[in-house]
């Protein structure tokens, strides 16, 4: 395995930067997050968003419409910050450790990602000239999903004296709520309320409720103190906070280490949180931290071998790439009870809602590093299907569920449905996810048990929304693409596209299994009849794709280009994004998109169009296109790599790899942007190794863009595991494990098995 | 003059009909509007809406979106219940006079539209068998605009002994709130909040104010007691509320009266609104009632001989027009600064709102009866001129002026722009307004000064929102249209008619004037040019107005055929009106229409289109309006009789004439229909007798349909005063006052002057 995959940074305390670390420095692994803020807090007037979240937790708040309409969402939800089980307040010799308010000689972060945690070392002197060397270590652990864990490690330099650890468990904690937006200010933020708390025996707990949802949280914390000789330990309760006091003598040169645990639980899925974390922290104190530590180690060299891409030729690429692989694991989830929010667990952004880029940005990489995980997320979508039948029927369907573009529970949270609701093609999204993930791994079970009830509940959404125009062509009127910045318009190419494909899968792969009992018992138990599947297949047959012959590229939509184009020349650069800046009715009116729309479809589709058809919109479309969405240069460069436009794949991939880490966007404080992250890998191998899965199979078409020497990575394949590597000239597939195989290499069939690589020219 | 015009109605005290009547027995003259709410009040649990309202007075209130986008309207006003002067309590002998809790004999109702005022009459007996007989007459005073009175007459039918009137001012009282509405359960609507009051010399006083707007109301009441010997008067103040109670000696058979006075003012048109009610009330009080009474009688002689309509053979039907005739001069402002509110000044519904359906439902009566109210209403839109130029900009626009959709002060109230400021169209209908009270009146001086930088403004907006599509049409894109259940269309065709109807006489008006030296200083100050002009000129002439072939008719707007049709036949009666009942996504997914769309497009511009297509379309489109809007049938009614379809107009027209009067949608509790009143007359005159003025003149082309006799109006056109006459084979117009003139009698040209009267066969 390769090692030293290390983010590091120097941490000089600056308050422009700590929000930042907080993201950066976040302990997540799918189930709790924890923003890396300092356990000593920070003074007043610092930035800081200390948040605790637990994957789908979620309070219901009201969502009053200005004017009320029928069917329209009136409440959504949004996720918890639980509590504060990470403040530990060290004082030496009754001086305060607060290296944030001086005093620093010297201090690092690191996250150790091989090793899946986080430290933070600090060398600090007192203002008396007491000088300590801090070691914070800190991990989410990936495999007891319920424990966090805090190792502080304080060494006295030139004194001897007495440390005291004041140990915060606080459960009454608001959800973050920027003094800056008005909107915020007035909204009591503070959402969870102790039910009960107190201490039993030498550990912490609490049980807080969320008012509406009825969620409960369970949070236990517990020390453990090397040495222990010495030492003292009072608990109290203190305005509503739970502090265990630890006296402990310090000599010089000496360490002195204390291990807070804590565990969470939460209501969606124990029916005894409390009982629960409990069990999980006595599990975990009574194993050495070095073997939860060598666990997660474990955890995570199984991970990266299934994943750890190589970039030869840019350094800080490659360190961004890994970076974002190990974000998308922390914010995949370990059960079908959440998905993926938009910012992982890393912050409250979008309010921790699960959207469509989910399936289609992040799936991708779990499909072909751990499926597994791919399969939680599309089996969340499974468990809220009924929610989604729910939903279409609440916007006047009679058949078919309609996914909401944004949820934790299910349940959709739109306020303004012209950009939520109505764009539908989240349903194509999470059908093209399914396909894929069918097409991946050819797991049937998965396919019978959950995908194809999902496939014919999204496609008949399609046949209940479209209508035959005059021409005969199926029609999709009143939906919104993924471009934002045009809303409710008819025959939207993209939705159109994904809901032909949603269509056609759902047919084929319904009739291929039709004699499964398992597909039996589905037809049965939602009535699917050979005359539903024959219209589903006629819909997808003769879906209407716009074509416009005077510019020889497909319209967004049927008046698209009707519209005068946006001149986005003679706009001010603090005009954007746009749609802070103008009114939404006014950017409707222009040409102009907020992200790839058509240029996706493209992608995902290329067989519905020609390649000069393709290139054509391709090269329309991004003199329109803001990219004010983070979702949008990466699919601009894989479809540049799919269509040979090297320099443009080059040049959109760009930098936004490193978005999060680089800080690019100036907002990475507010959480990761978890789709990018996918996307980037996307635009690496879809676009650049041009590796695709379809109904006919594996195909590779690589090139190595410029400035790069290789790159190379390891995927899986329906059981198989694999590793390609691209240089300039060559390409190579080689067999890990697995039965032989066929795939496309560079257009060619050919057969890799009896050789355990295939090498070819490029 | 007709005498008699009056509506007279059992009053029983029943709950289900006494909110009813006190719309229908509201006092108002324009600026005030005072619900028929009882005096004495009612027991508890009886719905009441207890309301007093000053024409524009308001409250601005937050109204938060769900999703907040850039520049969506986030707040908005609301009319103001300004206060309680109305409640007077009656005990006699120590009983207390409750009629609605038993003891009537008898009791009557009356509005006295030629006196202008309202009685109620009611034979009483107490508990311990007292008779009295109880009169009271209420008037809002069209000569002194801030004057309110109640005389209350009071006999003793068998016995002798004491009244005691405790009468009521109380200024700080609530807006209606719907128990049954939870939107409104927490809002606490008392918005006016006591800023002074108390007695001065036996006048009560207060002066009260809105928080957020800073609107003041100053409000006083005075007494007169006749007989006043013997009496005693204490004032006091309990709960905030000012008290006057006077105690009066009364002997068998014989009559006590007491006047209570109020009078009202606001800071939006006085400096000193106290002052100014003061000095109102001691002129009204140092006059004779009779002598108000008298100046009430001959106001309305005066407004009755310029439009009261006589209908033979529906006795009903002429109560009803008479009626609305009358309710539309209560709703009509005597200033620049209100519109016409949705329900008059008779209700909260539509807190208060002015939409575009003043100008294009009502206006056309004040036109032909009394031009200079239709010149109040169009000088505040003048007035607001600069909000509609704001609230253009907010949405992105950069020249032009855009009317709001729904408001009080000229700023935008929609809390849902797609069917709120997305309608364009208001704009085409003050402009149409305009354009009509220009040519009935040839008021110059009000063009050269309002009307002309109106209809310029509006028109910029068209030009800055229209673009030319590649066959060289004027489009404009992303409209909502008259019909709210199709939003943000292309190229609605109402929409574009209206606005090719605004460029042309916006440039034709101004090139008419342009040597004028008023015209010339408003070209100068907003910077039109030639330019200007002929753009306006050539995007009138190329102004798209969709037909589709396949059908012979006018879509609706570009999309609206490829859309299924609405199966009406299959949607229960319940599902009625369909907006309460479905998403608007799902709304607008189909052919189905709330109200006349293209339908009023060629009423009002049939000179568009041929016949033919009008008829077709005509019949297209009733086959999928529900009427859902109180607006839409009038508007088919004229079009079926500008069609030759007199079945079809008579159908249409049906009792909508009687909707209030009769109470049909039984919601007239809330308020009068006041567009639908003045629509019903619009049917009459411009459909029945097909009255149309345009800028080739007068032309009258009349029928009487089945059921009638006969029907005869007096109206007025450019400083003349005429009547016309229609019976079933014949029609006379006479020239009652002013110049000869030129019209078109059944198509044809004939002159009227040298003889008074032109008969002509029909």
Chains 1, 2 share one sequence.
Not at 528 to 552: F, N, R, W
Not at 633 to 656: I, Q
Request: proline share 4%.
């Amino acid at each position: 395995m390769q090692t030293d995959i290390k983010l590091v940074r120097n941490e000089n305390y600056d308050p422009k930067e700590l929000n930042l670390h907080e993201t950066l420095f976040c302990n997540a692994n799918g189930y709790i997050g924890i923003r890396g803020t300092l356990e000593e807090g920070v003074p007043k007037d610092f930035p800081t968003m200390r948040g605790q979240y637990l994957a789908g937790a979620y309070e219901t708040i009201p969502m009053k419409q200005a004017e009320s309409l029928c069917n329209l969402v009136e409440e959504k939800q949004t996720m918890l910050n639980i509590c504060d089980t990470q403040t530990i307040c060290l004082t030496v010799c009754k001086e305060e450790f607060m290296p944030a308010a001086g005093g620093v000689i010297d201090s690092e972060r690191i996250l150790d990602m091989e090793c899946g945690y986080t430290e933070r070392v600090t060398h600090w002197k007192s203002a008396s000239g007491k000088e300590i060397k801090v070691r914070i270590r800190r991990m989410a652990h990936f495999g007891m999903k319920e424990l966090f864990t805090i190792e502080y490690e304080v060494e006295a330099l030139n004194f001897s004296g007495e440390a005291v650890f004041d140990s915060i468990h606080d459960a009454e904690v608001a959800n973050f709520s920027d003094p800056d937006d008005p909107r915020l200010a007035d909204a009591s933020p503070c959402y969870l309320k102790v039910a009960e708390q107190g201490f039993s025996g030498s550990a912490s707990y609490s049980v807080s409720r969320a008012e509406n949802s009825g969620v409960k949280i369970a949070a236990v914390t517990e020390h453990v103190l090397d040495p222990s000789s010495g030492s003292g330990c009072m608990m109290r309760e203190e305005n509503g906070r739970l502090i265990t006091r630890l006296r402990v003598p310090v000599r010089q040169n000496e360490k002195i280490t204390v291990i807070k645990y804590a565990a969470f639980s939460d209501s969606i899925r124990e029916k005894d949180p409390k009982a629960k974390a409990m069990s999980v922290l006595k599990e975990a104190k009574n194993r050495p931290i070095e073997e939860l530590y060598d666990e997660q180690k474990k955890y995570l060299s199984k991970f990266f071998e299934r994943s750890l891409m190589t970039i030869e030729g840019d350094n800080e690429l490659e360190d961004a790439v890994r970076f974002n692989m190990y974000e998308m694991l922390c914010a995949a989830p370990h059960d079908d009870r959440s998905g993926i929010a938009a910012k992982g667990l890393s912050g409250e952004g979008y309010e921790g809602h699960f959207f469509w880029d989910t399936e289609m940005y992040v799936v991708p990489f779990f499909l072909l590093t751990e499926p597994s995980l791919a399969k939680n997320i599309l089996s969340f979508r499974y468990a809220t299907l009924p929610e989604a039948r729910e939903n279409a029927a609440l916007l006047g369907h009679k058949k078919g569920a309609l996914y909401p573009w944004r949820t934790i529970t299910g349940r959709e949270c739109s306020g303004y449905f012209p950009s939520g609701s109505a764009a539908y093609h989240i349903n194509g999204a999470i059908a093209y996810a399914v396909i894929q993930y069918y097409l991946t791994t050819y797991d049937e079970d998965f396919l019978l048990e959950k995908g194809l009830e999902i496939l014919i509940e999204t496609a008949r959404l399609w046949l209940d929304t479209g209508v035959y125009d005059r021409q005969g062509r199926f029609c999709i009127h009143e939906v919104t693409g993924p471009d934002e910045y045009t809303c409710m318009v008819n025959n939207n190419y993209y939705t159109n596209a994904s809901a032909k494909h949603n269509l056609s899968f759902a047919a084929s792969l319904f009739e291929k299994f039709r004699n499964d009992e398992r597909a039996v018992r589905l037809a049965d138990r939602i009535s699917v009849t050979d005359d539903e599947i024959g219209k589903m297949k006629k819909a997808a047959e003769h879906m209407y794709l716009p074509y416009d012959s005077d510019y020889g590229i497909n319209p967004q939509d049927d008046s698209f280009l009707e519209k005068p184009v946006w001149d986005l020349a003679a706009t001010p650069k603090e005009k954007f994004p746009l749609l802070l800046h103008y009114h939404p009715l006014h950017l409707y009116r222009y040409q102009v998109c907020k992200q790839a729309d058509t240029v996706l479809a493209h992608f995902l589709f290329p067989s519905l169009e020609t390649k000069e058809t393709m290139e054509k919109s391709f090269r329309y479309y991004e003199k329109i296109t803001t990219h004010d969405s983070s979702l949008s240069t990466c699919v601009f460069s894989m479809t540049a790599s799919m269509l040979g436009l090297k320099d443009e794949a080059l040049s959109y991939f760009g930098d936004s790899a490193k978005l999060d880490l680089m800080n690019r966007h100036e907002n990475t404080k507010d959480g990761v942007h978890t789709a990018n992250m996918g996307g980037c890998y996307m635009a690496i191998v879809n676009g650049f190794a041009g590796l695709r899965i379809t109904e006919d199979g594996l195909s590779i078409d690589p090139y190595v863009p410029e400035g790069l020497k290789s790159y190379s990575f390891p995927f899986s394949y329906r059981g198989r595991n694999l590793r390609l590597t691209v240089e300039k000239d060559t390409a190579v597939l080689e067999l890990i494990e697995g039965e032989a195989l066929e795939f496309s290499a560079g257009g060619k069939k050919v057969e890799l098995g009896k050789e355990k690589q295939w090498k070819w020219k490029l």
